[in-house]
């Protein structure tokens, strides 16, 4: 029930940041971005965030449940929605 648990926190938690990365990225925008864009962004914050709870992991970082797990989730998926906001600019 963990596993599935936490699985469920990280697209949570990554989906957010990813459209939070999106909505307040600065710069000058044409136009609001379209429900794709914040799905995308969503998408790739859940993938970010899993991603380095997996390679976090298993490079022996830190284990599952503890903050570092839950921070370098955070970070990574703020980072990568900046970058896709930014190439999507």
């Known amino acids: 029930m963990g596993v599935a648990m936490g699985f469920l926190a990280f697209l949570v938690i990554g989906g957010l940041t990813g459209v939070f990365a999106l909505a307040f990225y600065p710069g000058e925008r044409k136009a609001r971005p379209k429900a ?8 790739i914050g ?12 298993f490079a022996g970082l830190f284990q ?5 797990e839950w921070l370098s989730a ?8 900046c970058l896709y906001a930014a190439a999507n600019n």
């Open 64 to 68: 599952s449940g503890q903050m570092l």
């Open 36 to 43: 794709k864009k914040f799905l995308m962004a969503a998408l």
């Open 74 to 81: 955070i970070v990574a998926s703020c980072l990568v929605g």
């Open 46 to 57: 859940s993938i970010a965030a899993l991603a380095s709870s997996y390679i976090g992991q």
